[in-house]
Every structure is written in structure tokens, then in C-alpha cells.
């Protein structure tokens, strides 16, 4: 058993959840766009990312969980 290969199952949840979240990921994606130009770095899209990354977590928890040893 120690020589089994682990794997990250967090990262394989979190890219079957990602398509759940696609309107977070539309809005980040937008603000990202609204603010590229923002040389003085006053504007940014935290707000949004962490919605977007919030929506994915939310539906990975229960799952992980189960998941885990």
C-alpha cells in the first residue's frame, strides 16, 4: 500500500464542479476584460474571483469529504 500513487482528489472534484459555476466564471471573466486597462491598479476583481472559486468549493465539500481515507 505505500507504494500506491495518491491522488489529488480535490483537483479532479473541482474540475468535475467547475461547469456548475459558469456564471461566477462569466462575471470574473468580464471584470478581468472592464479592468485590463487599469494602469494605476485601483481596479480589481477579488469580488468576483472569490465568488467564482466560493461556487466551486461549495460543491466539492460534501464530495471531498466522502472521498478522503
Known amino acids: 500500500m505505500a ?31 472592464r479592468v485590463e486597462g487599469d494602469n ?8 468576483q474571483y472569490f465568488d467564482y472559486i466560493s461556487c466551486v468549493d461549495k460543491c466539492v465539500a460534501p464530495k471531498l469529504f466522502g472521498a478522503l481515507k
Do not use: F, R
Not at 8 to 15: G, I, T, V, W
Not at 40 to 45: L, V
Open 40 to 47: 494605476n491598479g485601483e481596479k480589481h476583481c477579488t469580488g
Open 3 to 33: 507504494d500506491e500513487e495518491l491522488v489529488d482528489q480535490n483537483k479532479y472534484l473541482e474540475e468535475s464542479c467547475q461547469p456548475k459555476c459558469v456564471k461566477p466564471l462569466i462575471e470574473y471573466q468580464a471584470c478581468v476584460k
